[in-house]
């Protein structure tokens, strides 16, 4: 795994049935990006210098099991090789990402997300710099099994 983060529950995450809400899974895994982001070189001084950044565009996330209350969860985040665009468009623009959450070494949720590389000013999806395409290239690891399916 190319990443690791542990986050301890909150009290207001938890839903009226004693769980984790499943809005919550996200906002940690979203927390894994961040730290994702941070460890490439995407963190917040490259984010107010360039004005880019990343933006999920699509998100598929898998509910395993349920999250206690007292829990600490662990995210492991994979990349799944940034992608080149089309020859005509060259530079790295998106990044497939997987992360799994685990309550010790239970698998509790997946979640797995495409990612561009925006530059806020115009709008659209730009290369990376190239340093930090290689930074990801670096931790890219093959897909889990999990990775492309589609809600069953």
């Not at 990443?3 to 301890?8: E, K």
């Not at 001084?45 to 998100?59: D, H, I, K, N, Q």
């Not at 395993?64 to 209350?69: G, I, R």
């Not at 995210?75 to 990044?95: C, F, L, M, Q, Y």
Request: charged letters at 25%.
């Amino acid at each position: 795994m190319s990443a690791t983060l542990t986050q301890r529950l909150r009290p207001e995450w938890i839903d009226y049935n004693g769980h984790l809400s499943e809005a919550y899974y996200v906002l940690i895994f979203g927390f894994a990006t961040d730290a994702l982001m941070d460890r490439v070189g995407l963190d917040a001084a490259y984010r107010e210098r360039s004005g880019c950044s990343l933006y999920t565009v699509e998100a598929h996330v898998r509910y395993l099991h349920e999250v206690a209350a007292d829990a600490e969860v662990e995210v492991r985040t994979r990349v799944i090789s940034p992608d080149a665009d089309r020859s005509d468009r060259p530079g790295v623009r998106k990044a497939r990402i997987c992360h799994e959450m685990r309550v010790g070494e239970a698998l509790v949720a997946t979640e797995e997300l495409m990612a561009l590389h925006v530059d806020q000013a115009l709008g659209r999806a730009v290369p990376l710099p190239e340093e930090i395409a290689a930074n990801l290239a670096a931790l890219a690891e093959p897909a889990p099994d999990y990775a492309g399916r589609a809600v069953g």
